[in-house]
């Protein structure tokens, strides 16, 4: 059984070192997201605009299920993370989390366009991926890789 800890653990480490996933919606095809986790707990923050179709689709509803799928960079883990997804202008937040990056994409923090949205994320799936080499030598040697990975998937609560 895997260790819900460690799984939660190296899926924010990655999340936090990487920060890009794949968010997406019912009837809204997944994009390229830069995510914003802070200490290592849900909501999940990502700005985009309201000409976007998630900007839209929020505009227009108080908040739908979102989806995100996760790499890390080096493939060390793979995780997909569901929760609600609302717009949440909080203007504290805006400023707490506005860097740079985020500064590029628009007209400064009072850009009628800009758009901070809360996934507040309820679960995730995670996966840890082990070495390729060493799964392969394990395989030359006899090792069932079912039994090996067992340890390295599972359900995380992530509220």
């Not at 999340?15 to 914003?36: E, F, K, S, V, Y």
């Not at 609600?84 to 923090?109: H, T």
């Amino acid at each position: 059984m895997a260790d819900t800890r460690e799984l939660e653990a190296r899926f924010w480490k990655h999340l936090n070192d990487d920060r890009t996933l794949m968010l997406g919606a019912d009837g809204i095809a997944p994009r390229p997201m830069t995510a914003i986790a802070e200490d290592d707990r849900a909501p999940l923050w990502f700005f985009t605009s309201s000409e976007t179709d998630l900007g839209k689709a929020l505009e227009a509803s108080s908040g739908i299920t979102g989806t995100a799928s996760f790499a890390a960079k080096g493939h060390d883990v793979f995780a997909t993370v569901t929760g609600p997804l609302v717009a949440d202008n909080d203007r504290a937040v805006i400023d707490r989390l506005w860097n740079p990056f985020i500064a590029a994409w628009f007209e400064g923090k009072d850009d009628p366009k800009l758009r901070l949205l809360r996934m507040d994320a309820a679960e995730a799936h995670v996966w840890l991926n082990e070495n390729s080499l060493l799964a392969g030598v394990k395989l030359l040697l006899g090792s069932d890789p079912k039994q090996d990975y067992k340890d390295k998937v599972g359900d995380v609560d992530l509220r």
